[in-house]
């Protein structure tokens, strides 16, 4: 709850852009699926070796040690591979997006803001388009297989 609140008080001090351009909430996701310590060991470093070095941990944590995962856009195609995977019965969810007030709309974002987000945050852009790939495969390949079960 601390680290929230210490979130949510940088997010009110700051411009959007301002509050990305501090290096503790760059690419947050990646960090996040690195893991703890390696972020940390890896932020010495800095620069495109400790970058690239957490982007690479990120994707192989991501690949091999989560059993899944899900992308918003794709709720209901992860649900539904999730319910088959786990042998679940497969209800409908609400969508769950995310709803704050005071978060601008991107077409409200100039093109400098939206590219220095892209900038402070590129391995979470570059972990993203990973990982859903490896959904959209994952989720494939158990279509597939539902398939070939079913015939």
């Not at 649900?79 to 978060?103: I, P």
């Not at 987000?117 to 959904?135: E, G, H, K, P, S």
Request: glycine fraction near 4%.
């Amino acid at each position: 709850m601390r680290l929230f609140r210490h979130v949510l008080r940088d997010a009110k001090r700051f411009s959007l852009v301002e509050f990305y351009q501090l290096a503790k909430h760059q690419n947050q996701q990646t960090k996040y699926i690195a893991g703890f310590p390696v972020n940390r060991i890896l932020g010495l470093y800095g620069g495109s070796i400790g970058e690239r070095n957490l982007l690479k941990i990120a994707k192989h944590n991501l690949t091999h040690n989560f059993d899944s995962f899900g992308i918003l856009e794709f709720l209901s195609e992860y649900q539904s591979w999730f319910c088959d995977r786990h042998g679940f019965q497969n209800t409908a969810v609400r969508d769950v997006k995310t709803k704050t007030k005071v978060r601008p709309k991107i077409a409200e974002l100039s093109d400098f803001e939206i590219s220095e987000i892209r900038r402070c945050n590129a391995l979470d852009f570059q972990l993203y388009d990973f990982a859903r790939q490896l959904f959209v495969a994952r989720y494939m390949a158990n279509r597939n297989q539902k398939t070939e079960d079913s015939a």
